[in-house]
């Protein structure tokens, strides 16, 4: 199965960090390996300034269990076979919202 943008999906930490822990995916079917991997953002539970909140307006869908934030500049690829449920989905705009902050760490001006 493959997950869509906007999938809050629980994976292996890739880093070994944690044993599984949430992560938003920004990537679209468009990407390539589209279904084998996904462009995706760390979700935790730690409150930073610069994290954006996962309040109940920002799930289009389920929910996590504890107040959560998705921290923008942390970016990597999850390989499918790491995901193991998707147990909500965040709103375009949340997408949106997380982009255009990457977008502020990528500039070159």
Known sequence: MAYPQSAIVIAEDPFGNAPKRP???LSNDHVPFYGQEY????????ART???ELTTNRFEKGRLPQMS????WSVLTLKDWMITKQPAKATDTTVDD????????????
Do not use: F, G, H
């Open 23 to 25: 992560y938003l995916i």
């Open 39 to 46: 462009i995706a953002v760390v979700i935790t539970t730690t």
């Open 50 to 52: 610069e994290a954006i």
């Open 69 to 72: 934030y998705v921290s923008p």
């Open 98 to 109: 997380v982009r255009q902050e990457m977008e502020a760490y990528l500039r070159t001006d």
